[in-house]
């Protein structure tokens, strides 16, 4: 069967450190790949989605990258991370067009 | 193009009452259609999918969701609510072979004892 991990589960930095949350899908091949940003008592937000490695599409600018290094990793990064940047971090994969499998999440908090 | 109208960002009801969330959609291609469900502090995890098949679909947990294509809907039921059932609820469409599904804004579900 097919999992997704995520990690750190939870996480408190500094204004203007850089950040690195990495997501892995097990069990599927050639997944699609998404990074979900959800802010305090709001909706989900499509960041970044990727339909195989190396290829990203960005859904918002902003100070954020994403990388797919293999083809069932998501890294999500930020050289400087703003206090905007804090919310609640989701990767999810899907097939063609079903549905979307999420992971645990991450949560971070930018002080 | 598509999107997603969840109407009612909180819904409050007594442990044992019907539950109904609203979803209306826009898709100008025949849509598939989700409803997901998050409890606090975790990803989303499906309740239920319409992929052209029965229009009645059936769910976890007890919940069904009906497609009415004249209406545009696919509004959530549950006949009889949990305290369980207490967590934030999402609709989302998919169509035309895009990957990029929409999601609605979300329901909060308030089950009050």
């Known amino acids: 069967s097919q999992t997704i991990h995520q990690w750190p589960a939870t996480l408190v930095q500094p204004v203007g450190s850089p950040l690195s949350l990495e997501c892995t899908v097990e069990?599927?091949?050639?997944?699609?790949l998404y990074w979900y940003r959800q802010a305090a008592g709001r909706g989900l937000q499509l960041l970044f989605y990727?339909?195989?490695?190396?290829?990203i599409s960005s859904e918002v600018p902003q100070n954020l990258s994403a990388s797919r290094p293999q083809d069932r990793q998501f890294i999500l990064s930020s050289k400087k991370l703003l206090l905007s940047d804090s919310g609640f971090y989701l990767c999810?994969?899907?097939?063609?067009?079903?549905?979307?499998?999420f992971g645990p999440g991450t949560r971070l908090t930018v002080l | 193009a598509q999107s997603v109208t969840q109407l009612g960002s909180h819904v409050s009801v007594s442990e044992g009452a019907l539950v109904l969330l609203r979803c209306n959609y826009s898709?100008?291609?025949?849509?598939?259609l989700f409803w997901y469900v998050q409890y606090p502090n975790q990803g989303l995890q499906l309740l239920l999918k319409?992929?052209?098949?029965?229009?009645l679909v059936k769910g976890i947990n007890g919940f069904e969701a009906e497609f009415k294509k004249s209406e545009t809907s696919f509004h959530l039921t549950k006949p009889s609510a949990h305290m369980s059932d207490a967590a934030e609820y999402f609709c989302?469409?998919?169509?035309?072979?895009?990957?990029?599904?929409?999601f609605g804004r979300g329901t909060s579900l308030i089950v009050h004892p």
């Open positions: 999810a994969w899907s097939g063609l067009v079903d549905e979307q499998f």
């Open positions: 069990g599927t091949s050639n997944p699609n």
């Open positions: 989302a469409v998919s169509s035309g072979g895009s990957y990029i599904p929409t």
């Open positions: 319409y992929t052209s098949a029965a229009t």
């Open positions: 990727s339909v195989g490695i190396g290829q």
């Open positions: 898709s100008s291609v025949p849509p598939y």
